[in-house]
């Protein structure tokens, strides 16, 4: 059975800093791997899609890597800003179905 | 494309009451997805179709719930009766699932409050 896990479940962090989001998944055998933002009271949008063929994509100051043979990927957030303050979640796609298995995620606070 | 549209975005309900939760998907999109979020639990899948089949239910939760998908623009999730404990925050996403590219859409959700 797939587990998601995440870590840290929450972080806060002075504006500006670099910092990095940690995803660990339990079976490798994934499609692809994404990551979502979550705003309170809001739903969910996405960041970033990584398949399971590649290593990592990028987008702004977003950078998502992907190791699937270890059962990670990280999420790194450049030049962090106080709009950044949100929970963070990755979800696996599982090989040989049609869903997502979310994490629990990080809930980051950027301090202005 | 309007994204994936929810609807009621709040809803209060007594218990015992029956609760329909709707929602659109994305046009094209072959596969749709309902979620229930709580702070105990997170994300849970509920059920999920492809092509407006149910393919997967085993995570709805009691025979109270309900789900059905009768045509590639709508979908409803049913409580009947709703109690307390399913108050959470219904989410539903939809992806195209042709191949394995696809990456999901949610919508804004449904916040269920059952006192």
Redesign the interface.
């Known amino acids: 059975k797939q587990e998601v896990t995440q870590i840290p479940a929450a972080l806060s962090v002075p504006e500006g800093e670099n910092l990095v989001l940690n995803c660990s998944f339990t079976d490798s055998a994934i499609?692809?791997l994404?990551w979502?933002r979550q705003d309170p009271?809001?739903?969910?949008?996405?960041l970033l899609?990584i398949?399971?063929s590649q290593r990592e994509q990028t987008s702004g100051r977003l950078n998502a890597s992907l190791d699937k043979s270890s059962g990670r990927s990280t999420l790194y957030i450049a030049a962090s800003q106080p709009g950044d303050s949100a929970t963070y979640?990755c979800?696996v796609?599982v090989?040989g179905?049609?869903?997502?298995?979310?994490?629990?995620?990080t809930r980051l606070k950027v301090l202005a | 494309d309007a994204g994936v549209i929810q609807s009621p975005r709040h809803e209060v309900t007594e218990m015992g009451q029956e609760v329909t939760l709707r929602c659109k998907p994305i046009s094209g999109h072959n596969s749709l997805f309902w979620y229930r979020q709580t702070m105990m639990r997170g994300l849970e899948l509920l059920i999920y179709f492809n092509n407006n089949v149910p393919i997967d239910d085993s995570g709805m939760p009691e025979d109270r719930f309900s789900a059905k998908m009768p045509n590639a623009s709508f979908s409803t999730l049913k409580i009947q009766p709703s109690e307390p404990r399913d108050s959470a925050v219904y989410f539903c996403a939809s992806s195209e699932t042709t191949g394995t590219s696809g990456g999901y859409t949610f919508g804004s959700g449904t916040r269920l409050t059952v006192v």
């Open positions: 499609y692809n994404q979502f009271g809001k739903g969910l949008t996405s899609l398949q399971s979640l979800a796609w090989s179905t049609y869903k997502y298995i979310f994490g629990t995620g």
